[in-house]
């Protein structure tokens, strides 16, 4: 019969395999750093030249204009940032030649994996603004289609199709997977949230602690990302396992999934809404 690894085992798997990718990730981190600074300082010479030498020979309204342009590429130079460290914490799990690679593929490709992730996981998301949060039903088949632009190059629809593929006769594994997903996430948020909340001028530590959780949120970000590269490479295992051992490894499991299911699913939500009762205590502070 089909042997899987356990949550618990899932989790300790991807703190180690977090621990063993933290410098490559760091280096890569550091090397888009580079690249964004590097374009910034290319735009802050532009923005210098328009300003000191040429103000004096454009006019006022053209002026305005060109710093609106520049304004918007610096902007773009934040969003391309954001997306290329998307990228690098969906694509570590995978093998790279360096870790400049790494970079430069994230800067090229960070866009792209963005707006697939946005077309083809917004259902995901959508849905936790409701008080039933279904993006839990919905992540059992969408769950890898943001991921699936690096891992097999596909986009959008096609994204989607292969991931409703790879997840087919083993939902319920896929949802307890995703729940404990979303689990980790939330709880980090949580904490995060309460650091704001902590009366900094009584609790001196407070901004200290604030900054220790930031940087353990990129760290965890970095467990989650190992924890849906096993997920994948579990889903594809049953996915090309037969009918008959695929039917007994749900036999073997079918009083023990939903259990843990429902408790994953639970405490995700109650982290959820703590995290929205935090959001709102801290628009009224």
């Not at 990730?25 to 010479?45: D, E, P, Q, V």
């Not at 290329?84 to 792209?112: C, K, N, P, Q, V």
């Not at 593929?165 to 997903?181: H, N, V």
Request: a positive charge.
């Amino acid at each position: 019969m089909l042997q899987i690894d356990s949550y618990t085992d899932l989790i300790k798997k991807s703190f180690r395999l977090a621990n063993k990718k933290l410098g490559f990730f760091l280096r890569t981190f550091f090397f888009i750093l580079i690249i964004a600074i590097a374009y910034s300082l290319i735009l802050a010479a532009i923005f210098a030249i328009l300003l000191f030498w040429l103000g004096k020979f454009i006019p006022v309204g053209l002026q305005n204009i060109l710093y609106l342009i520049i304004f918007a590429l610096f902007l773009y130079v934040l969003l391309k940032l954001n997306a290329a460290i998307a990228y690098l914490y969906g694509a570590i799990g995978m093998e790279h030649a360096s870790s400049r690679t790494l970079a430069l593929d994230a800067w090229s490709g960070g866009f792209s994996f963005f707006i697939n992730s946005f077309s083809a996981g917004v259902l995901l998301f959508a849905g936790q603004s409701l008080a039933i949060c279904p993006c839990f039903l919905l992540q059992t088949n969408f769950a890898f289609s943001p991921y699936l632009y690096m891992y097999e190059n596909l986009r959008n629809k096609e994204a989607r199709e292969r991931s409703v593929e790879i997840t087919k006769g083993f939902g319920k594994l896929i949802l307890q997977r995703t729940a404990g997903y979303l689990l980790i996430g939330y709880f980090v948020l949580l904490f995060l949230l309460i650091t704001l909340l902590i009366p900094w001028k009584i609790f001196w530590f407070g901004p200290w602690l604030f900054i220790a959780v930031i940087i353990f949120s990129f760290y965890i970000s970095l467990v989650q990302s190992q924890f849906i590269r096993l997920i994948y490479l579990e889903a594809l295992q049953l996915h090309d396992s037969g009918e008959e051992e695929l039917k007994e490894l749900n036999n073997a499991n079918k009083n023990k999934w939903p259990v843990v299911t429902i408790l994953l699913i639970l405490l995700a939500v109650i982290l959820y809404y703590g995290v929205k009762f935090s959001l709102i205590l801290l628009s009224r502070r």
